[in-house]
């Protein structure tokens, strides 16, 4: 399961957390070319601004704010295929289980 507060609110007790992160202009990227693949028109400066911002909404709110659980692990996929990314995910879970 994935999802920004799944870790600290939604399953505080699962065995393995994994909190994946890459900087702002991978996920940017990444993001950028996912709309462009779907016909979609936007600048890359724009998919950049709209995601820090939507980071710093969601590590700034109230309530199940943004943040990796305390006893969970900090992935960093910059740089990573999803290929990679997917070996270091089972590598966690088989490491944590």
């Given at each position: 399961?994935?999802?920004?507060?799944?870790?600290?609110?939604?399953?505080?007790?699962?065995?393995?957390?994994?909190?994946l992160?890459a900087s702002?202009?991978?996920?940017?990227?990444?993001r950028?070319?996912?709309?462009?693949?779907?016909g979609?028109?936007?600048?890359?400066?724009?998919?950049?601004?709209?995601?820090?911002?939507?980071?710093?909404?969601?590590?700034?709110?109230?309530?199940?704010p943004?943040?990796?659980?305390?006893?969970?692990?900090i992935?960093?996929?910059?740089?990573?295929?999803?290929?990679?990314?997917?070996?270091?995910?089972?590598?966690?879970v088989?490491?944590?289980?």
């Amino acid at each position: 399961m994935d999802g920004r507060d799944i870790g600290t609110v939604v399953l505080p007790d699962a065995q393995v957390k994994i909190f994946l992160t890459a900087s702002p202009e991978e996920r940017a990227t990444r993001r950028y070319k996912e709309l462009i693949e779907k016909g979609s028109k936007v600048e890359y400066k724009e998919v950049l601004d709209d995601l820090i911002q939507r980071d710093y909404n969601d590590s700034h709110r109230e309530i199940a704010p943004l943040k990796p659980a305390k006893d969970g692990v900090i992935l960093d996929t910059t740089g990573l295929s999803l290929e990679q990314s997917i070996n270091e995910i089972i590598r966690i879970v088989k490491e944590k289980i």
